[in-house]
Structure formats: structure tokens, C-alpha cells
């Protein structure tokens, strides 16, 4: 599967940045990918003072290359850098080797609060 991580610093970004990011990932992101096409699935994740990241996973290669070709040329006024206040420090693309449903099931949800 084709994979982009798109990882911005929290290092130096305003206090409250991580509950600003959450809030916005569940008021608006989660909504803004739920079923867009050729996206397969996106994850949000963050380290509190360190890192906040997307991670999607596309159907085609072709689907990830106009993705990130389209962010890439907005990427510093993007919602996350905004909220952030500095650009990505990384857009990369990767390959997703597998992924596993465990017993518990999948749970799609705009936050895990």
C-alpha cells in the first residue's frame, strides 16, 4: 500500500497546541478525509511537545503522488501549520508492508478521548 507521513515540529509551537491540533482533528479533519476517494485510511498522531503527524495510506501510488504534489505546494499555509505555526519538517512517501485488525476491531472515530 502506498503510505505519505506529512510530521510537523511542536518543538518552540504556542502552549496549548496539542488540545488546539485535537480539537481541530475532531471538528474538522476527521470529517475532511472520512471517505475521500482513492484514500484508503489516515491516522492523526502526536507526541505532546514533540511531533504531530498525518499518516495516509492511499489506494495507488498515483492517488498518494497528486496528494502530496497538491499539499506540498500549500503545505506552509495548511490548517496544521497555522495551528502549529511553522511548516512540515517532513513529507515523505513510504510503502505500508501489512496491516492487522485485532481482535478488539477497528474503530474509526474523530477523537479517542
Do not use: N
Amino acid at each position: 500500500m502506498h503510505g505519505l507521513t506529512v510530521r510537523w515540529s511542536l518543538a518552540g509551537a504556542p502552549d496549548g497546541v496539542e488540545q488546539s491540533l485535537a480539537s481541530y482533528v475532531a471538528d474538522t479533519s476527521h470529517a475532511r478525509f472520512s471517505g475521500k476517494e482513492g484514500l484508503r485510511f489516515k491516522t492523526w498522531r502526536m507526541r505532546a511537545g514533540e511531533w504531530f503527524e498525518g499518516c495516509y495510506v492511499f489506494e495507488s501510488s498515483a492517488a498518494r503522488d497528486a496528494f502530496q504534489h497538491e499539499f506540498a505546494a500549500t503545505a506552509a499555509e495548511s490548517a496544521g501549520s497555522q495551528i502549529v505555526g511553522s511548516s512540515p519538517v517532513l513529507i515523505e512517501p513510504c510503502e505500508v508492508v501489512a496491516v492487522a485488525e485485532g481482535a478488539a476491531g477497528f474503530l474509526a472515530a474523530p477523537t479517542y478521548a
